[in-house]
C-alpha cells in the first residue's frame, strides 16, 4: 500500500525538521523549568511553597495532553475513524512518552513526603485534618469585631464549619494516606507506559507488516484500554489535584478533567500538524477535510467542558452543602472571582462564537489560533483548579498569580516539543500500511 501512495507520502518524514524541532524544545524546556526553580527557590517558604503548586499545574498540563492524545488513537482503532490515519501518528508519538511525562512527576514526591513544603495538607502528620481550612475560612480567618451584633455567631459557624470540614476528611484517612497513594501512582505510570508503548510500537509494527495483524490486535484490545484510561485519569485527577483540598469532593471532577484532556489533545493536534505542513511535510496528507474534523472535535469538547463544569457547580450550588460549597466560595472570592469569570467567559463562551463557524473549522490559521488559545486556557482551567488552595484564606483583591507559573509552563511547553520531534524524527509521520489509509485520503466532509 504504501507503494500505491509513494508520490504523496514522500514528504512524511520529519528528518531534520524533527531533529531541529527537538534541540529547540530542550532548550526552551531547560530554560523555562530552570528559571522557574531560580524565581521559587530565591525568594522565601511561601514562594518555594509556590513554586511546587505551579509546577503541580504545568505538569499536569503537560499529562493531560499525553493522556489526551493516547486516548484518541485508541479510540480511532475502536470505532474505525477513518478520517483521522493520516493524523493519528502525531498523537501516538506523543502518548508515548508518557513515560518520561509520568518521571517527570516524581519531583512532586519532595512535597508530599518532606514536612519543608505543603502542597497536600493530609500528607502531614498534625495538620492533615486538624489545620485544614473550613468553608467560609476566608470570614472566619479575619478577626470579627467583638462589639459587631453577629460576633458570636460568625465565631459559632466558623467552628461548626470547620468541625465539619474535620468529620469529611477523618472518613477519607483509609483512602488519603502517603503509603497507599504510592501504590496507586505505581499503578497509574505503570498502566500509562504498557499502553503507550503497547500502541505505540504496534502502529509502528504496522509499517512494514506484510498483513494487518498489528492493527487488528489494537482494535482487539481497544475497549478495555477505554475503561483503563477512564479509571486512571479520574482517580490521578482525584489524587492530584482534587485532594488538594481534602474534604471537598465532586462526582463530576474526573469527567471534566477528562474532557479538559480531550479537548487538549486536539489542539495539539492541530498545532503540530499546521508547524508541520508550514515546514513542507505532510502537505498532501492532510487538508481541509482533517484541519475540519479536528476543529469539530475540539470544539464538541469544549462544549463538553463546559456542560459537565456547569453541571457540578448546578448540583453543588443546588444541594447547598457547606462540606461542597466552600471550594467554589474560595474560588468567588475577590482574589479568584475575576479567574472564575475568564474562565467562564474564555474557556467556553469566546471560543463558541469564534469556532462555531463552519469556515473558521476550515481555515488553517485561524483553527490553530483557536488551538494555540485553547491549550492555554486548559492550562488556566488547572490553574484555577490546584493554586487556591495555595492561600485557601485569602481575603484580599491581589491573585498568588507569579511569573514562575509562566516559566513553569513554558518549560513543560518545552518538553513537549522537545519529546514529540524527537521521537517523530525516528518514524513515518503516517501509518504507511493502515488498511483505512486510501479512505482517509479520499476524505470529504459533507
Known sequence: MASEHHNILADCQAG????????????????GIGAGVLLGYTGGHELQTHFWFAYLVAWFWLLTIGLG??????????????????VRRLAEVTQSNLPLFCLLGLPLLYPLLSDDVTVWRWAHAGDAHHEAPAAGAADAHAAPDAHAPDAAAQQLGAKL??????????????????????????????????????????????????????????????APTVIVFALTISFAAFDLLMSLDEAWFSTMFGVIIFAGAFMSAFAWLIVASKYLQSKGRMTQVLNTEHYHDLGKMMFAFICFWAYTSFSQFMLIWYANLPEETRWFQNRLSPAWQE????????????????????????????????????????????????????????????????????????????????????????????????PLLDKCLAHKNV
Open 69 to 86: 492524545t493516547m486516548l484518541f488513537s485508541v479510540l480511532a482503532h475502536l470505532v474505525g475513524a477513518h478520517w483521522s490515519v493520516t
Open 161 to 222: 464549619a470547620q468541625e465539619e470540614h474535620h468529620h469529611v476528611a477523618s472518613h477519607k484517612v483509609p483512602y488519603l494516606n502517603v503509603n497507599f497513594l504510592l501504590v496507586r501512582f505505581a499503578i497509574y505510570g505503570l498502566a500509562w507506559w504498557l499502553l503507550s508503548r503497547y500502541y505505540f510500537r504496534r502502529s509502528v509494527a504496522q509499517d512494514t507488516a506484510d498483513d494487518f495483524e498489528p492493527t487488528r490486535r489494537m482494535r482487539k484490545w481497544s
Open 339 to 434: 479567574w472564575s469569570w475568564a474562565l467562564m467567559f474564555g474557556h467556553f463562551m469566546i471560543p463558541f462564537v469564534g469556532l462555531i463557524s463552519r469556515h473558521v473549522k476550515r481555515h488553517k490559521h485561524a483553527l490553530t489560533f483557536w488551538a494555540v488559545y485553547m491549550l492555554g486556557m486548559h492550562w488556566v482551567d488547572i490553574y484555577w483548579i490546584a493554586m487556591p488552595n495555595l492561600e485557601p484564606s485569602r481575603t484580599a483583591e491581589d491573585n498568588p498569580f507569579h511569573v514562575l507559573d509562566v516559566a513553569l509552563l513554558v518549560g513543560m511547553a518545552g518538553i513537549l516539543v522537545w519529546a514529540t520531534a524527537r521521537r517523530a524524527a525516528g518514524q513515518s509521520l503516517v501509518p504507511l500500511r493502515d
Open 16 to 31: 531534520e525538521v524533527g531533529v531541529k524541532t527537538a534541540r529547540v524544545g530542550l532548550v526552551v524546556g531547560v530554560a
